[in-house]
């Protein structure tokens, strides 16, 4: 398994500004992946986040709104941009060790509160 | 497409007893992964076992077993004497083999468990 961290672990943003979440891992891993969880409900991939190139975004989700950088392999940042009351959710970190199996192993999460 | 159902929005039981959490899935893939998550309220996601699509074998782990049936396309999650600790939310998943493409899990919507003393 992999021990994932995140910074900040809450945060409550005013409408318009950004937020810039940190992972970190505490060993190397071949794939990090960003999470969204809306208030209730399940969770949904924004994107890939790729070493050294620009990540892989799902369907719905730009990089323009979420940008995403991952200069090592052990730490990945998610940017939440111009934020609006609809971005309140859940920001979960996750990895997975190909060598170990497919399983995502998830971080604590962000919680994020756009008011 | 994949798809992963779970019908049981929420469930409530007294503590010490049974419990079983159903998940039934789509997918196209001949191989695939299937995965329990459990979220407490604190709000970080534990993984609790993961399954490959070749091995129908069911598995205990303590209190917990599980039911993977591929003929229904179902595995299904018992609890045992349940715990107040058990009050959780409950994510089944679903992903493709390393090496087929997207490693996006594919989650249910999730069961919320609630143990009552």
């Known amino acids: 398994s992999a021990v994932i961290s995140q910074k900040p672990s809450r945060d409550i943003c005013q409408r318009g500004t950004s937020l810039t979440i940190q992972c970190q891992v505490d060993?190397?891993?071949?794939?990090m992946f960003w999470y969204r969880q809306q208030p209730g409900q399940s969770l949904t991939l924004i994107a890939t986040?790729?070493?050294?190139?620009?990540?892989?975004?799902e369907s719905g989700f730009v990089i323009d709104k979420f940008p995403i950088s991952r200069p090592n392999l052990t730490f990945s940042t998610l940017t939440v941009s111009n934020m609006s009351p609809e971005d309140s959710s859940i920001y979960l970190c996750?990895?997975?060790?190909?060598?170990?199996?497919?399983?995502?192993?998830f971080g604590p999460g962000t919680r994020l509160t756009v008011t | 497409a994949q798809k992963v159902t779970q019908a049981q929005t929420e469930i409530s039981v007294v503590e010490k007893e049974d419990v079983t959490l159903d998940c039934v899935y789509e997918t196209r893939d001949t191989t695939y992964y299937l995965f329990w998550y459990k979220q407490p309220p604190s709000g970080e996601l534990v993984f609790l076992i993961r399954?490959?699509?070749?091995?129908?074998q069911n598995e205990i782990s303590g209190r917990y077993s599980w039911n993977f049936q591929k003929s229904t396309s179902s595995f299904n999650f018992t609890i045992t004497a349940s715990q107040v600790v058990d009050s959780a939310v409950y994510f089944c998943a679903l992903n493709r083999i390393p090496g087929a493409g997207s490693y996006q899990l594919t989650f249910g919507k999730g069961t919320k468990l609630s143990v009552i003393p």
């Open positions: 399954r490959n699509s070749f091995d129908e």
């Open positions: 060993s190397q891993v071949t794939m």
């Open positions: 986040a790729n070493q050294g190139s620009e990540a892989t975004y």
């Open positions: 996750s990895v997975t060790i190909l060598a170990g199996g497919a399983e995502q192993y």
